[in-house]
């Protein structure tokens, strides 16, 4: 039975393709348990992390941190049984390997291929094994580790330590992926720094100094006027939806402006109840309640175009655009229509919670069958939204201002929002998206009479 086994990258979702490698959790050399952490990847999903499919010790990464790899590739290998000896002799194919613990690359000859002096190169764990394991010598600048056993032996011939080696010229740089990335972000140009890492590395503190010392970037070659992005993962998935939808599906956007004051009020004697106290209330909460409600009147609103057919779903996904740090997410809360209010309100705070942690799992992406965007919390008061694939309406829901507004014959100060609802005109005619709007507006405008009509 083969020892060594390589995991590749899993399908982390529908019809994903690829994935980027934002951390490693172990290192070559650990040993890992069944089903322990990894990796953390980030799909054109959602940011998870990996589990371990068997339990064993870490031979190689294939793959360093900032990479995209395709799904099924290999991104790292096992030994399943660590303690039985000697690993059989490698092929040419596996001799190279990623460092991704140390600060300096791999040097030649501890990992495999033709070393300095002529000497043939062993395999971490492969030839014979001594009382004392002794660590590889470390960079200069590394902390020292004291001599102790070790599961697994680097057998090498004596040779001296390699002298350090100066950062390299003509404009290459050293650094790693984080390193790169930081550098990015802070808009610092790598080649204008001196690097104080191993090996002439540019670290992380280097890239934090130049943004903040003014010998440092006076130093600095001017920066372009331009700056270029990757387009990838979130953004990447969001781009090609957004595109599609917006050339298949016919988009049609209505309006309703809403004096939702009896709303706020509402919310107010919520939070003052005694069993709400430690429940987050917001007026999305209130929102989600009036769509699910105005669902229930209109099912053919929560349906999908299938080409010959028209799909009406009997149950709602609720979708909530959420921004975070990697891009729009519009992860779902499963069958909302069966919560109670007060295990929606739990829903909706549990799933934009885990969202702007970036902790959102696949499937929370996928099976969305109505999304509500706020556009609110920007101070925004509405916008014409694209429909989320596979979707026929999304509501938009703006920002609530006081507003002079004609109340029962009187010009009053109320509380107001606009209301905007697109939808697919193959499958919603103006007059059922109006009948919707209109219901989703009147529940707000008088929720406790809504209920007590509706329910």
């Known amino acids: 039975m083969t020892r060594v086994k390589e995991f590749n990258l899993p399908d982390l979702g529908e019809g994903l393709t690829e994935g980027e490698i934002l951390k490693w959790l172990v290192q070559v050399g650990d040993t890992i348990a069944l089903n322990q952490p990894i990796v953390e990847v980030e799909t054109a999903k959602a940011a998870v992390e990996i589990p371990a499919k068997w339990a064993g010790q870490v031979t190689r990464i294939f793959h360093p941190e900032g990479t995209t790899v395709e799904v099924g590739a290999p991104i790292i290998a096992i030994d399943t049984d660590p303690g039985s000896g000697a690993l059989p002799a490698p092929s040419a194919a596996s001799l190279a390997a990623v460092d991704v613990a140390g600060d300096a690359p791999v040097e030649p000859g501890l990992i495999g291929g033709p070393a300095p002096g002529g000497r043939t190169a062993v395999l971490v764990g492969y030839g014979p094994k001594t009382t004392v394991a002794k660590r590889r ?11 102790e056993p070790a599961p697994v032996v680097e057998v090498v011939a004596p040779v001296a330590p390699p002298p350090a080696v100066a950062a390299p010229a003509g404009g290459a740089v050293l650094a790693k992926p984080p390193v790169r990335k930081l550098a990015r972000d802070l808009g610092v140009d790598l080649t204008g720094l001196t690097g104080t890492g191993p090996n002439g590395s540019i670290s992380r503190d280097d890239v934090l100094a130049a943004t903040t010392a003014p010998a440092a970037v006076a130093t600095k070659p001017a920066v372009g006027r331009e700056e270029r992005i990757p387009v990838k993962g979130v953004r990447k998935l969001t781009a090609e939806n957004m595109v599609a939808s917006a050339f298949t599906a016919p988009h049609v956007t209505e309006f309703l402006t809403v004096d939702v004051t009896r709303s706020m009020k509402a919310l107010d004697r919520l939070k003052a109840h005694r069993d709400w106290k430690d429940v987050r209330v917001s007026p999305l909460l209130l929102v989600a309640k009036a769509v699910l409600l105005a669902v229930k009147r209109h099912p053919m609103v929560n349906s999908t175009w299938a080409g010959e057919e028209i799909v009406v779903k009997h149950y709602v996904n609720l979708g909530i655009a959420a921004a975070t740090q990697r891009g729009l997410i ?6 909302a229509q069966e919560l109670t209010t007060r295990e929606l309100a739990d829903a909706l705070t549990a799933l934009v919670s885990t969202a702007r942690e970036g902790r959102t799992p696949p499937a929370d992406m996928t099976g969305g069958t109505f999304t ?10 509405s916008g014409t939204p694209i429909l989320p694939p596979g979707e026929s309406a999304i509501l938009v829901f703006g ?12 010009i009053k100060v109320r509380q107001v929002t606009t209301l905007g609802l697109s939808f697919d005109h193959r499958i919603i005619d103006g007059e059922l998206g109006s009948k919707f709007l209109r219901d989703v507006g009147a529940f707000l405008e008088d929720p406790e009479g809504a209920l007590l009509a509706w329910s």
């Open 399 to 410: 920002a609530v201002r006081e507003q002079p507004w004609v109340h029962k014959g009187k």
């Open 137 to 147: 010598p470390r960079s200069a600048g590394a902390p020292v580790v004291p001599d």
């Open 330 to 335: 519009v992860p779902n809360v499963k069958d």
């Open 372 to 381: 509500i965007t706020s556009v609110g919390v920007f101070g925004v008061d």
